[in-house]
């Protein structure tokens, strides 16, 4: 029993410093406000989609709204095989704002990854410096490029990961989702401090195209079905870290609808851990590991306490740390994603633990469905 409690005691003494030194780096992130500097950059805007007649025609009319120069910038979608209205809606909306620069292209399947295949195929016909993904089912704030354009203009930088948040209405399971994908981006932040990157996300994600050529671009992951994102920002972080930056600015914030489906918020989550194996960062494994073994270790903890095997204080105690170190994290990364609007976390602390271990368990040994395609570990 000693030695349960040893280990026991271990674990969290572990996960607080990493979540320690995460709430350090993250404070190391400096904030950028735009200058008003003339825009000069060149953006191609690259997005991928497959069956979002829901959701696309939010995003392009997002983007018509931009507060940027039409002839530097230049959208680029990716038909990944739909079998909706999608396509429809994209050309509809073409029409209706001719003076854009718009490209459709069809997916071109050569990995087990669709999104990365849309990204290789769009990469060829780009015209301008810069690349900038984001998601069909995604709302780009007015001054997003204007924001990513002072930032680029003022620093020497070849790739710039951005801020994503979920647009939630007010229900539990939305607010569920903003807190952890909120805690995604506390980490991304705080990993960046620490000169430690390993993860961003592809809604809102910049680099250049000579970047991406000179990477050998998705060559070495290409098995993996996600990923197009972290794996070629470890790959850049590799390459040159010095010119790799985290733009924390709040005009650049990128929105994503949240799933109002259990099981394929589940899925989504899986597809996401599915890929943490394959990091190529000691730090991220390790940050990994002991998450997947806190939260495991509380879900066998509680059910200990209540077959009266294991002791309520020892779990409350535990539980307390990894509140109170949660909360400083989420409470810093609340601040800038939604300017310091009121947080709860209390219950989702609670539920966490339990969806995380499932989540991190079942990735390790589960097939996962997306877009109605399945995907083998």
Known sequence: MELITIIFCLIVLNYVIFIGLLIYGFAKVKSFEKIDLQPKTTFSIIVPFRNEEKNFRTLLDSISQLNYPLDLFEIIVIDDFSNDNSEKIFNNWRMENGLIQTTLLENLRLSNSPKKDAISRAVPVVKNEW??????????????LLAFDNYIQSHEVEMLVGAVNVKAKWNPFHYFQQLDLMSLQGTTIGSFGLKEAFMCNGANFAYTKNLFNSLGGFNGNAKIASGDDVFLLQK??????????????TESIVLTKPENNIIKLFMQRVRWASKTASYNSDFAKGLAVVVLLMN???????????????????????FGWKLVVDYVLLFKTNSFLRKGRLLFPIVSGFIYPFFSSLVGLYSLVGTFTWKERSYKK
């Not at 690349?131 to 997003?144: G, K």
């Open 236 to 249: 850049a972080v590799k390459h040159n870290p010095e010119k790799i930056h985290y733009l924390k600015n």
């Open 296 to 318: 495991i270790t509380l879900f066998v903890g509680f059910g200990s306490c209540i077959m009266n095997v294991a002791s309520w204080e020892l779990i409350a105690i535990a």
């Open 131 to 144: 690349i900038i993904t984001t998601d069909a089912d995604c709302e780009v704030p007015r001054n997003w």
